[in-house]
């Protein structure tokens, strides 16, 4: 009766095992699925990345320069000197 319980029970385990390396948490579909979201996490996180240099740049020239500064008023607040005639040329 031992000598068929202990080959039963190696069995059992390794069944157990295999469900596990297949359905488990940590089974081989899970973890190809993960290794896609990260790759996906770090494209999005090098995206970001890029428009955070962009913002760097840009809050860097704003500090350094009056260029920046004017070139923004004109462009998106209208803003002309007082000796120029502001033109709109509509298409």
């Known amino acids: 009766m031992k000598l068929r319980l202990l080959p039963a029970a190696l069995l059992l385990l390794l069944l157990v095992l295999q469900a596990q390396l297949w359905f488990g948490r940590g089974s081989i579909p899970n973890v190809a699925r993960l290794g896609q979201e990260l790759s996906a996490q770090k494209q999005s996180n090098a995206r970001a990345d890029q428009i955070n ?18 070139e923004k008023a004109r462009s998106e607040l209208g803003m002309v000197k007082s000796n120029e005639i502001f033109v709109q040329v509509v298409k």
């Open 53 to 70: 240099q962009r913002m760097e740049a840009e809050i860097r020239d704003l500090r350094e320069g009056l260029e920046i500064v004017e």
